[in-house]
């Protein structure tokens, strides 16, 4: 059997991960989505272990010091972390793994992981990711200025991906993502079961 993939979307905040990776799940049901952890309180209508873990500060780093995390970060004052977990357990019988993180955590796991599939999320343009920030309605003046901010250096490290998708409309973003797999699952080093069976 083959080792399932690693996937990573990532990308400024407001750009979309979030409704593209939903979609994503949604057009393919057997990708397996990694529920983070955070110390940032539940939105309305959040549930505890579908959204994300809720954490304690203090529960959160017990967890850094046991080795928990493939990664976290610090983002927008708030801890996140991809609990190590079920991860290679799911890539050992085949199955792909989707990780909807920061720009900071990409870089972690690309470390950790370099053969992970990289996808960078860009917006149409900085002034439609304006627009998506600020139609999130969830941000006060001071915090949109800051997400734009950091949005323009973290578009520049996107360019250290393998792939960069520009999210202009969400379904073809999905589409985008879904060939970028269907190759992924197409390379030599992802079929060697099936060589070995050839080469008997
Ligand atoms: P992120 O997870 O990257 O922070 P979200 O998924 O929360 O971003 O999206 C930010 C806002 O932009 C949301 O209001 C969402 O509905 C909207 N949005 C996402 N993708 C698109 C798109 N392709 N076209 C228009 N609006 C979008
Ligand atoms: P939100 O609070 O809007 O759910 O997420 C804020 C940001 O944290 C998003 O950019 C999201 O991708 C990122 N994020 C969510 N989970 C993780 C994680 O496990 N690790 C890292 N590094 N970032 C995460």
Same mark, same amino acid.
């Given at each position: 059997?083959?080792?399932?993939? !690693?996937?990573?979307? $990532?990308?400024? %905040?407001? /750009?979309?991960?979030?409704?593209v990776c939903?979609?994503? *799940?949604?057009?393919?049901? /057997?990708?397996?989505? $990694?529920? %983070?952890?955070?110390?940032?309180?539940?939105?309305?209508?959040?549930?505890?272990?579908?959204n994300?873990?809720? !954490?304690?500060?203090?529960?959160?780093s017990?967890?850094?010091?046991?080795?928990?995390?493939l990664?976290?970060?610090?983002?927008?004052?708030?801890?996140y972390?991809t609990? !190590?977990?079920? &991860?290679?357990?799911? @890539?050992?019988?085949?199955?792909?793994? *989707?990780?909807?993180?920061?720009? +900071?955590? =990409? !870089?972690?796991?690309?470390?950790?992981?370099?053969?992970?599939?990289?996808?960078?999320?860009?917006?149409? $343009?900085?002034?439609?990711?304006?627009?998506?920030?600020?139609?999130?309605?969830t941000?006060?003046?001071?915090? &949109?200025? #800051? @997400?734009?901010?950091?949005?323009?250096?973290?578009?520049?490290?996107?360019?250290?991906?393998?792939?960069?998708?520009?999210?202009?409309?969400?379904? +073809? =973003?999905?589409? #985008?993502?879904? =060939?970028?797999? /269907?190759?992924?699952?197409?390379?030599?080093? +992802?079929? $060697?079961? &099936?060589?070995?069976?050839?080469?008997?």
């Open positions: 059997m083959n080792k399932g993939l !690693l996937i990573v979307v $990532s990308g400024a %905040s407001g /750009t979309g991960k979030g409704t939903d979609a994503l *799940l949604k057009k393919i049901p /057997t990708l397996a989505y $990694s529920i %983070s952890a955070t110390t940032r309180a539940p939105r309305p209508g959040e549930k505890e272990g579908e994300y873990y809720f !954490l304690s500060r203090e529960a959160f017990e967890m850094i010091a046991q080795g928990g995390f990664e976290y970060a610090e983002v927008f004052g708030n801890y972390g609990p !190590l977990g079920k &991860i290679e357990e799911r @890539r050992k019988v085949g199955q792909d793994v *989707l990780l909807e993180i920061d720009v +900071q955590g =990409a !870089l972690k796991v690309m470390e950790r992981i370099p053969d992970g599939v990289f996808i960078f999320l860009l917006p149409p $343009s900085l002034a439609e990711l304006e627009r998506r920030i600020r139609g999130r309605g941000e006060t003046e001071e915090t &949109i200025a #800051k @997400r734009l901010g950091k949005a323009k250096t973290e578009i520049a490290v996107g360019k250290k991906y393998r792939y960069a998708v520009v999210n202009d409309q969400v379904e +073809q =973003a999905v589409n #985008k993502i879904e =060939a970028i797999l /269907t190759a992924e699952h197409c390379r030599a080093d +992802q079929n $060697s079961d &099936i060589f070995e069976e050839l080469g008997r």
